[in-house]
C-alpha cells in the first residue's frame, strides 16, 4: 500500500469503540488486590471504554479457572448490566476435546453477561485454513456474540497470526462479530481492514497494535492493554477524534510515547510496566505483577513518571 493510499483510508471524526484488557493488580503480598480491579472495572466502564477481562494484561495464561471465574464474578458485580464486557477464553495447556473446553469456558462467560473471546492454542498452529475455521465454526454455533483473538508471538507462545484465508474464512462466520489483532505490524492489520470492507463491512478489526495505536484513525477499534494504563485518556483522545479537535494529535502522541516505552522488548514484561504506572499514579496498592510475569528493571517507575507527567498527571 502507498503512502497516499495509506493516507487517503484514514476516516475523520469516525466514531471509536475501545476496551481496555483490564490489569489484574495484586497487593505487597502476592494476593489479588480485589478493591483496586473493582475499582479500574468502575473507572473504565464510567470512562466510556468496555472493561475485557481475563485477557493477557490479566494474566489469563496464569490464573486457575477458579480465579478466573472469581475475575467474572467481580466485574459482573461492578457493571451491573450497564454495558458489556469481554472476558478471555483460555485453553491453552488443558486435556479433552478442543470443541468442548472453549464452548465450557464460553458458556459460563456468557452466564457472567459478558462476550466470550477466543484466545487461540498451539494445538491449531499447525492446521489448515480450513480445518482452523471449521473450529471456530463449531465453536461459536449457537453463540449470538463471540470475538476472535490473533495474538503474536511476542506476547504468547500459544498465539498465532493467521494468514489472509483464515481471516478471510473467519470473518464469514454470522456469531463471531470481530477480531482483536495484535500482530504489531501496521501492514497486516490494514490488510484485514481492506478485506474486512470487501467480506463483511459490520465485522469488527480491535487494534491489539500497542505501538500503534492510530490505527483507530484507518477503521480498526481497538482491546489494547495500554488502554489499562489510562482509560480515561483514551476516552478523552477518542472524543477529539469524533469532534475533529486538534488537541487529539498532541494526546496520542502522549499516548504513543507511554505505549513505545510500556510495550518495550520484552513485551510480555509489560504488564509490569502498566503495574508500576497504576501505582504511580495512586490507583493499586502495590507495583508487583503477577509472581510469573517478567518483569522490568527498577528504573522502570523513573521512565513511568515521565510518560505520566507528559499525560498531565499530577505526581
Ligand atoms: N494486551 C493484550 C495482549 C495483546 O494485544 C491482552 O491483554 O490480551
Not at 468502575?42 to 477458579?66: H, K, P
Not at 484507518?218 to 475533529?244: H, I, M, T, V
Not at 516505552?261 to 504506572?277: D, E
Request: aromatic letters at 10%.
Amino acid at each position: 500500500m502507498s503512502l497516499e493510499t495509506r493516507h487517503a483510508a484514514k476516516r475523520l471524526r469516525r466514531k471509536i469503540t475501545g476496551y481496555a484488557a483490564c490489569l489484574l493488580p495484586f497487593e505487597a503480598d502476592g494476593s489479588i488486590a480485589r478493591g483496586a480491579f473493582e475499582a479500574a472495572v468502575a473507572r473504565t466502564t464510567d470512562a466510556g471504554l468496555g472493561c475485557a477481562v481475563n485477557m493477557d494484561t490479566g494474566y489469563a495464561n496464569y490464573l486457575t479457572s477458579a480465579e478466573r471465574t472469581e475475575i467474572l464474578g467481580l466485574t459482573k458485580g461492578v457493571i451491573q448490566g450497564r454495558r458489556d464486557f469481554v472476558a478471555g477464553v483460555f485453553v491453552e495447556g488443558l486435556e479433552g476435546e478442543l470443541v468442548d473446553l472453549y464452548r465450557r469456558q464460553m458458556d459460563e462467560i456468557v452466564s457472567y453477561g459478558g462476550t466470550p473471546i477466543l484466545f487461540q492454542t498451539t494445538r491449531f498452529h499447525s492446521w489448515s485454513p480450513a480445518q482452523i475455521v471449521d473450529l471456530y465454526a463449531k465453536i461459536c454455533e449457537g453463540h449470538e456474540s463471540v470475538f476472535g483473538f490473533e495474538l503474536g508471538q511476542m506476547f504468547a507462545p500459544n498465539g498465532l497470526i493467521y494468514d489472509e484465508e483464515t481471516i478471510s474464512g473467519l470473518m464469514t462466520i454470522p456469531a463471531l462479530k470481530g477480531i482483536k489483532h495484535s500482530s504489531l505490524d501496521r501492514g497486516k492489520e490494514l490488510r484485514r481492514l481492506e478485506i474486512r470492507d470487501k467480506v463483511r463491512p459490520e465485522f469488527m478489526i480491535f487494534t491489539g497494535n500497542d505501538l500503534g495505536i492510530d490505527m483507530t484513525e484507518y477503521g480498526s477499534d481497538y482491546l489494547l492493554g495500554l488502554a489499562a494504563f489510562c482509560p480515561e485518556k483514551f476516552a478523552l483522545r477518542d472524543q477529539y477524534w469524533l469532534e475533529g479537535d486538534e488537541r487529539y494529535a498532541e494526546l496520542n502522541d502522549a499516548l504513543q510515547y507511554l505505549g513505545n516505552v510500556g510495550f518495550r522488548a520484552p513485551v510480555p514484561a509489560y504488564k509490569h510496566s502498566c503495574a508500576v504506572f497504576q501505582h504511580l499514579i495512586g490507583r493499586i496498592p502495590s507495583s508487583e505483577p503477577h509472581k510469573l510475569c517478567p518483569r522490568r528493571p527498577d528504573w522502570e517507575a523513573g521512565i513511568m513518571q515521565d510518560c505520566a507527567k507528559r499525560l498531565g498527571y499530577e505526581l
